[in-house]
């Protein structure tokens, strides 16, 4: 994490709404269902699936979580009546989690409930590792229940996620790097120990017969995801790629080019400035990705 990456994380606050609006318009679809529909379309266009995620995680009343969970459901009615190819990304706080277990699992259910009759996937996003152990719970429990349209996320700068995947076997999985800072005794901090634990954990969830839904920008992990299922001689409906709405969009265009399916993350909802600012503040690492990428496009040729 650079000094620049600090520095830009400290004046965030002071950046005009209008402002951090443009700039995350790249990252988000906007405010409204609408906004997210707009962006599946055109993603849908390019031959790009997607997955949406209404914002809103920190709640603080039942009656809030309940109504992220309606607003899934509308979205994923929305989706079947104008045809989008788009299943829904969850996260559990959004959903309740921290407030009641049951209540979160009860509001999964419901998103469950409206994906189900048109095959859409639930996925579970993986947050903090205050929720890892719960998640994975929720999953197992969700699964065991006989709903099979629905996955976990691991995160591979966890020590642990290793032995997360080969528990995993036969699950639909997304792996990831994870975006929130943890404590160094459970997390590796060394950005290649943490490629070498994505590599490992694919293979893992390759040999325990999972999907895998293989979530990154990084070319140098592309590449070895490349060469894995290459050497596996995995057929195209075995895994996909995945990536964040805005970045690295050559990266996901040479990927679709080339017979792979990628699915775009999506975030929309109300709350896009508290989601932006968040993000930011959690890891500042993003900052900096997104002020060279800002600066890069207001100085061609930098
Ligand atoms: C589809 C999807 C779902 C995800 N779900 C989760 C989840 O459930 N839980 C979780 O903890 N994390 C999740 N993440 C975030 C993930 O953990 C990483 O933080 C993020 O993908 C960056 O890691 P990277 O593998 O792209 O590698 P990096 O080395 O971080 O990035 C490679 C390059 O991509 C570009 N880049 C990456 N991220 C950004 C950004 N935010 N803004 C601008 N440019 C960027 C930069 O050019 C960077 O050099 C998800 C990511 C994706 C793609």
Redesign the pocket.
């Known amino acids: 994490m650079s000094l620049l990456d600090r520095a830009i994380v400290r004046v965030l606050p002071a950046v005009p709404r209008s402002v951090v609006r443009r700039v995350s318009s790249r990252?988000i679809a906007g405010a409204s269902l609408d906004d997210a529909k707009r962006v599946v379309g055109e993603l849908n266009a390019q031959g790009k699936l997607a997955?949406v995620d209404v914002l809103g995680e920190e709640i603080t009343r039942a009656a809030e979580a309940e109504a992220i969970a309606g607003e899934y459901v509308a979205a994923l009615e929305a989706f079947e009546r104008e045809d989008l190819d788009a299943n829904v990304?969850v996260?559990p706080t959004g959903l309740g989690l921290k407030l009641d277990y049951a209540l979160c699992k009860r509001n999964v259910e419901r998103v469950i409930a409206a994906a189900e009759p048109s095959n859409r996937f639930v996925?579970i996003?993986?947050?903090?590792s205050s929720t890892t152990d719960d998640t994975l719970r929720l999953f197992r429990e969700l699964r065991d229940e006989g709903h099979a349209r629905v996955g976990p996320?691991l995160?591979?700068?966890l020590m642990r996620t290793v032995d997360d995947a080969k528990a995993l076997a036969g699950a639909s999985v997304?792996i990831?790097?994870?975006?929130?800072v943890e404590p160094e005794s459970i997390q590796f901090r060394d950005?290649e120990a943490v490629r070498r634990s994505?590599v490992s954990a694919l293979e893992a969830l390759f040999d325990g017969g999972c999907y895998a839904?293989i979530?990154?920008?990084?070319?140098w992990?592309v590449e070895q995801a490349l060469r894995i299922l290459r050497e596996r001689e995995l057929d195209p409906d075995q895994y996909e790629f995945?990536?964040?709405l805005?970045?690295?969009e050559s990266l996901g265009d040479s990927l679709v080019a080339d017979g792979h399916r990628l699915?775009?993350?999506v975030p929309y909802g109300q709350q896009w400035y508290e989601y932006s600012l968040r993000?930011l503040k959690e890891?500042p690492?993003?900052a900096g990705?997104?002020a060279?990428?800002t600066l890069g496009r207001l100085v061609p040729g930098r």
């Open positions: 990252y997955t990304s996260k996925r996003d993986m947050e903090d996320v995160q591979a700068s997304r990831c790097k994870g975006i929130y950005d994505f839904a979530a990154t920008h990084d070319e992990l995945q990536m964040l805005g970045i690295r699915r775009i993350y993000r890891n690492k993003v990705y997104i060279a990428d």
